[in-house]
């Protein structure tokens, strides 16, 4: 298995530009996650879907984050305008959670390999 | 939501020697990952212990549910131990992990 994709790998842009993060979960997970990182505030979550719903997006900062699933195998995070504090590695994370008629799942989330971003 | 404590914060070790980092937590859990954060950035999943204990070479962990705690053990450090170790669990309420500030630990030849 690939694991986690994310992309681009990097992102440099100016400030008020938008920006567009990408991730590619587990084939066959059926939770996805994105998580940020910042010296300031260590690893926090941000949203997170199951079944391609978004179920808890308290941890977004604010309107010029959005997040979306269109698909079990696609999501996306975008920031409009961006800002020199959004400045950070943005995780994305997969799991598969218990469910239906399956087994307990151990629901143990796998992390992609971040997108460090810098707005200027 | 749930509070996590990690200690120490920062942690020299020579080559060869042992540690045991330490993670509180304010809640009940039903999951608690550790992971190891690389120079490089990555997240490697270490453990999946919301309970009982786990050996894989070099690294064991213990998770004490009841009482509110997890340990992680590395024995005989090398160099490539270094970096930040992060204990995450999961409280009983929600899918997501609450991550430590992490022990960030550094393996001198």
């Known amino acids: ?34 998580y940020r990182q910042t010296m300031m505030r260590g690893l926090e979550l941000l949203i997170y879907f199951n079944n391609n719903v ?42 598969l959670a218990p469910g239906g008629g399956l087994r307990v799942a151990k629901n143990i989330q796998y992390f992609g390999a971040g997108t460090r971003l810098s707005v200027l | 939501g749930i509070q996590v404590e990690q200690s120490p914060p920062d942690l020299i070790l020579q080559e ?8 509180n937590f304010s809640d009940s859990v039903n999951n608690l990952q550790w992971f190891h954060q690389n120079p490089w950035g990555q997240l490697i999943n270490l453990f999946y212990i919301p309970s009982g204990t786990k050996q894989n070479g070099r690294l064991s962990a213990t998770t004490v549910a009841t009482e509110r705690y997890s340990l992680l053990y590395i024995s005989s450090s090398q160099t490539t131990d270094s970096g930040v170790y992060f204990c995450a669990p999961r409280d009983t309420g929600r899918r997501a992990l609450t991550f430590g500030s992490g022990t960030r630990l550094q393996v001198q030849p």
């Open chain 1, 54 to 95: 978004p179920i808890d997006d308290s941890g977004m900062p604010e309107d010029r984050f959005s997040a979306k699933m269109p698909n079990a195998s696609f999501s996306t995070l975008k920031i409009q305008p961006s800002e020199p504090r959004d400045s950070a590695v943005y995780f994305c994370a997969s799991s």
């Open chain 2, 16 to 23: 060869g020697a042992n540690s045991t980092l330490r993670c």
């Open chain 1, 1 to 34: 298995d690939a694991g986690v994709i994310q992309s681009p790998r990097h992102e440099v842009t100016e400030m008020g530009q938008e920006v567009t993060l990408r991730c590619k979960p587990i084939s066959g997970h059926n939770s996805l996650f994105w």
